[in-house]
């Protein structure tokens, strides 16, 4: 026997539009996860056979693999980490300081988050070698810890913070140091733990500034050792993709809870 | 806390798993590899005997100092030099097999090297027997 709100949901479109968005998400997610399904699945494909015999070239036979894998940890690594630190600074003084041109000059850290690295990466590759950085680690390091992202970021999270909490600080100690690690950097947290997903991600997966800045192999990341195929056997490099993607998978389910808190805010 | 345990194991099992290997897939591998030794042809002196009998002229006795060649080598067929060669971003070191190597008089154990070999060419001498050209193989150094 039907009953008199069975075809309420024709009759009401919200229930239509959440099913076609929710339809329209779901696509967008099988778009996103099928090369990822490939590549995993291509990694144990040798011949059309099943086979592990790729993963075992790449980690028995093909040992500049983890060469250039630990140089990728350790520049994403210590970017991180550096970026981190002078992002709080940087977004603290941006809200509390007080001085000339500061809204200029937040105005310029925007105009230069929205430029494209294709724009800026020939005056940085200028600098270096006038630097005589060139070649060297701190020639990939220096430029990417002054990123203006995490500041943009930080600061209109920042903005949104207790004041009361600020200021009640202020009345018991005089040192910014202080009341920047014991009140403001607790409330940012879960904004931090998701900036600093995005920059390591972004550091990790860097492909042109090692190119282009790096000659010596030993300095190399493991983003160019997938995209100069030729120098290898093809058989390594889908497992490498796999073992590529894993660092930063195990860093989103580590922080998964308070990146999702963060996320939601971004 | 509890929530975070799966992802530290997991964390605590990749990096570790990559930290072994970073220091022990090479001596793996090395080892999977056939071990050889290597050397470079001595030089010794053979006893030569010239046959000039069709001039008038009978045997004619001396000595020749040339590269000489252990005959269970060159009795076995397996005459093989090292080369090196690009493998996955790495020099590598393979053997090739020489076919075309002419000797000449012999002594006890060794034969006179004519052609073939070069002087400054790796031969291997030990580790031969199972190999084939073009193998990859882990050269044993002489810890003189």
New interface residues.
Partial sequence: MLRKDTFRFMRDGTHVKILILKGIIFISAVIFIVPLIFTIAYSFIIDNTFSFSGYKELLFDCFIFYRMFWNSMMYAGIIMLCQIFIIILAAFSFHFARFKGKKILFLFYVVLMMMPLQVVILPNYIGLRDMGLLNTRLGIILPMIFSPFGVVVLYQYIRGIDVYSVEAARLETNSIFKILIHIVVPQLKVCIYAVALFIFSECFNMVEQPMLFLNDEKLKTLTTFISQSDNYNNNVLFPASVIFIIPVFLFYIFFHDELEKGLRFL | MK??I???V??AL?YCS?IL??LF??R??NN?LPNVKVERLPKKVFSVVFDYTSMGYGYTEGERRSMAIPKEIYDLGKIFIVETG?????ERTFVRLLNQVTIGFDDEDNYEVLEGISEKAFVVVNGYEKLNDGDEVYVIKDKR
């Fill in positions: 929530s975070k799966i992802p530290i997991l964390c990749f990559m290997l970073t897939s090479r793996i591998y999977s690009m493998k996955n971003g790495e």
